[in-house]
């Protein structure tokens, strides 16, 4: 999955215009993102949004709602929340080449704020909109 995540990032890299090259790491378990041949990170597992997919959908299930609505939340859910991780990658990427001395606000503070942000976001969705709870209560 981390190889998919590591391409779909090259791919639209260079639809914005990058030069970029993506390869293995010679020496650990992940992908070297090079752009204008110049090292600029590591896509490793956690970037892939696996464990964040697999944290929305429990969510979801825990307090699920009809079988087909919840069915198509968790698969909609999932689909935006990988979107949403390779467009965050990408703009990471392009944010570290373009001022790589805001790397680390960047990448431990902004970007993990914005898939997790979404993904409450999502819950709050749910449990206001889909969720027996809801059904409960009303």
């Known amino acids: 999955m981390t190889h998919l995540v590591s391409k779909q990032t090259d791919t639209l890299l260079r639809a914005f215009g990058y030069n970029s090259e993506i390869l293995p790491h010679p020496d650990e378990p992940s992908m070297k993102v090079i752009v204008n041949g110049k090292f600029i990170a590591r896509i490793i597992e956690g970037c892939n949004a696996i464990s964040v997919i697999v944290l929305f959908m429990s969510f979801i299930v825990a307090f699920s ?3 087909k609505t919840t069915f198509f939340y968790i698969l909609s859910g999932a689909v935006l929340i990988y979107t949403v991780n390779v467009l965050r990658i ?3 990427i ?8 805001y790397e680390d606000v960047m990448h431990t503070v902004v970007f ?3 898939i ?3 993904v409450f976001l999502l819950w709050i969705f749910w449990v206001n909109r889909f969720s027996k709870l809801k059904q409960k209560d009303e």
């Open 116 to 118: 997790y942000g979404m």
């Open 65 to 67: 709602g009809t079988l």
């Open 112 to 114: 993990p704020a914005i």
């Open 94 to 101: 392009i944010g570290m080449y373009h001022y790589p001395e």
């Open 90 to 92: 990408v703009i990471l």
